[in-house]
């Protein structure tokens, strides 16, 4: 026979760390606000260019990103019920201000609030840093665009002239 004993007891108020995700805008660092990149080529050569950080779709650039945070928080649980699955222990308890239930494994349940704040602390520091490579990345995605539309542009300019020297040709071929 195993013996499991509870960690909380039903009724004892304890912590959980509460994830809260805001939606904010800020500056666009691509171009500071300014809607325009510069592309310098190794030639010398510049282009001013749309910014495409800021920019979505067919709509012009925004000079602004929006930036999307999640930060956890310390907050109460008081478990009014619990379940053990072969030797896991869950609690459960009504989500505050509502009248539907929430379940926490015992191991995501804190005695105290110091202990949930260091928690929620390294949760908001591990989702912060996976936020902020997914936005570099899109960054970086969103940069070849600038160099796509460069060479395209150069490439349509040397076709045309290309087309333009072959019509001379055929021009100054029909002149008598
Ligand atoms: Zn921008």
């Known amino acids: 026979m195993t013996t499991i004993t509870l960690p909380f007891a039903i ?5 959980v760390c509460r994830r809260i995700h805001h939606e904010d805008y800020e500056t666009c660092p691509e171009c500071l606000g300014t809607k325009e990149v510069t592309l310098t080529l190794a030639n010398g050569e510049s282009y001013k260019l749309e910014c495409s950080g800021c920019k979505s779709g067919y709509d012009p ?33 009504r989500v505050p201000g509502s009248t539907s239930w929430e379940v926490f494994e015992a191991k995501h ?5 110091a202990e949930a704040q260091a928690e929620c602390d390294r949760r908001s520091a591990e989702d912060t840093a996976a936020l902020e490579a997914s936005q570099i990345y899109q960054f970086q995605m969103k940069r070849k665009e600038y160099a796509f539309s460069v ?26």
Do not use: M
């Open 109 to 113: 349940l804190f005695k105290t609030e």
């Open 61 to 93: 650039p925004r000079g602004t990103v929006r930036t999307s945070k999640v930060v956890y928080a310390p907050e109460e649980f008081t478990p009014l019920g619990f379940n053990i699955h072969q030797d896991e222990v869950s609690y459960n308890s």
């Open 151 to 176: 060479h395209y542009w150069r490439g349509q300019k040397r076709d045309y002239l290309k087309k333009l020297a072959w019509i001379d040709e055929k021009l100054k071929a029909l002149q008598p």
């Open 11 to 15: 009724g004892e108020k304890c912590w």
